[in-house]
């Protein structure tokens, strides 16, 4: 059975960091593009990175850009989110998702499997 799990979200204060990591059972996530999304209550999921199969090409949102970073390592099945200088806007369930086109996506229609998310809170 194909399977993500989120895991390292919990509470933080305004600019601490947090890693997130997603790792797969049932498939081998280097034959995939892996994007973190995240929603906040009352909004929109929305994408925050991806990384593309092969080349290691990386997508992020401007609202991300110079905090976060995306990482993979096939080895442990496994990709990380580095989350740096959060800030409270970044309060959310994060979602790591696969998608088989393999290159970068950011719309949630691109992707086939989903995690059950993880709940990173930004507060003081």
Known sequence: QRQL???GGGL??????LRLSCTASGFTLDDYAIGWFRQAPGKEREGV???SKTDGIQYYADSVKGRFTISRDNAKNT???Q???LRPEDTAVYYCAAAVGGTIATMTDDYDSW???T???VSS
């Open 83 to 85: 989350m740096n200088s």
């Open 79 to 81: 990709v990380y989110l």
């Open 5 to 7: 799990v989120e895991s």
């Open 115 to 117: 995690g059950q998310g």
């Open 119 to 121: 709940q990173v809170t």
């Open 12 to 17: 933080v204060q305004p600019g601490g960091s």
């Open 49 to 51: 990175s991806c990384i």
